[in-house]
């Protein structure tokens, strides 16, 4: 195996890691200092922040959430039946940080 390969892989994971975190906090800030001055587009060379609205979730009636419950039970009856056919899907590369064990507890 290429052990610099895996290595190197391993320390840009923790790296951006770390600068998620970083953004995530600048994003609050961000987002909370263009609401506090009533801001809603802030216009940059280097980029362009702005306040969006999610998207919109629905509530559905009590008929078709009960329906779609009965969609699910067909399907998997199907699935356990064999009638449904398995999609293959693309194998690609998944990496799990070790968990870190703290010895001093």
């Known amino acids: 195996m290429h052990e610099e390969l895996l290595r190197q892989y391993a320390d840009i994971r923790a790296q951006k890691a ?16 263009m609401q506090k001055e009533g801001v809603e ?3 940059r060379e280097y ?4 306040l969006s609205k999610g998207r919109s979730k629905w509530e559905y009636s ?10 699910k039970i067909a399907q998997n009856k199907e699935q356990r039946q064999g009638v ?12 799990i940080v070790p968990k870190v064990i703290d010895e001093t507890i």
């Open 84 to 95: 449904a056919k398995e999609v293959p899907t693309e194998v690609y590369l998944k990496f």
């Open 47 to 50: 980029g362009r922040f702005f």
């Open 18 to 33: 770390s600068l998620e975190a970083i953004e995530s906090t600048l994003r609050k800030e961000i987002f909370k200092s």
């Open 62 to 71: 009590p008929a078709l959430i009960k329906k779609l419950e009965n969609l």
């Open 41 to 43: 587009t802030v216009e």
